[in-house]
């Protein structure tokens, strides 16, 4: 099935940086969600985006709907030690796009945190 | 408290054996989903259901099946005929298929073959 495009792949960065991942798509989507998953459980959701353009915060998180509808970012600011895990992006495309009502995930962001 | 299980956490089969993982939702969703996810990879979905009775393959659905009797209640039986069938189970659910997808998880099954 299709999958977004999610980068970096990886990132290992020091306790007080911020931090930003994205990912995009080649169609147009109506939702992006973004989830982070620790070891062994299961992803949580962060942050749930459904206006192109939107910005929305949760805490040191803040994610936007890219105005293209192909693209989202999630930033972090100010990195602690319990950010570390795994980041997926999510999103559904828009109406009458075929099997809309599945989510099309991509492969997630890998961040450790340096203490 | 409301939410999604799942067991048990991790579950070990011999090869040849089907093996049956459980879902339970107490959070009034409609619609519930089965994805698998192996090391470094992201999510797949294996089977979903929009409603009770009701259930679709995803995109790997092959030697695996579900049934949605209950609203609450979705569980993924995996078969002798899946042929690599050692990964991370997770289990979600949703209000419904509309606008609102937001999908919230379970903590998950691992299953080793042996």
């Known amino acids: 099935g299709q999958q977004l495009n999610q980068s970096p792949q990886s990132m290992f960065i020091q306790e007080g940086e911020d931090v930003s991942m994205n990912c995009t798509s080649s169609s147009i989507f109506n939702t992006w969600l973004w989830y982070k998953q620790d070891p062994g459980e299961g992803p949580v959701l962060l942050i749930a985006?459904?206006?192109a353009g939107e910005l929305t915060s949760n805490g040191r998180l803040t994610a936007q709907f890219g105005i293209t509808r192909k693209d989202s970012f999630l930033n972090i600011s100010a990195s602690i030690p319990s950010d570390v895990g795994i980041y997926f992006c999510?999103?559904?495309?828009?109406?009458?796009?075929?099997?809309?009502?599945?989510?099309?995930w991509g492969l997630g962001t890998s961040l450790a945190v340096n203490p | 408290d409301g939410g999604i299980t799942q067991s048990p956490k991790y579950l070990f089969r011999k090869e040849g054996q089907n093996v049956t993982l459980s879902c339970e939702q107490n959070l009034n969703h409609d619609a519930m989903y089965w994805y698998r996810q192996d090391p470094g990879q992201g999510l797949r979905l294996i089977y979903y259901s929009q409603i009770v009775n009701d259930f679709q393959k995803g995109d790997i659905a092959e030697g695996y099946s579900v049934s949605r009797e209950k609203k609450e209640s979705f569980p993924l039986t995996v078969t002798s005929a899946q042929k690599n069938p050692t990964a991370f189970y997770l289990c979600?659910?949703?209000?419904?298929?509309?606008?609102?997808?937001?999908?919230?998880f379970g903590p998950g099954t691992r299953l080793t073959v042996l």
């Open positions: 999510a999103g559904r495309r828009r109406a009458n796009a075929g099997n809309n009502r599945k989510l099309i």
């Open positions: 985006l459904y206006k």
């Open positions: 979600a659910s949703s209000i419904g298929g509309g606008e609102a997808n937001e999908q919230f």
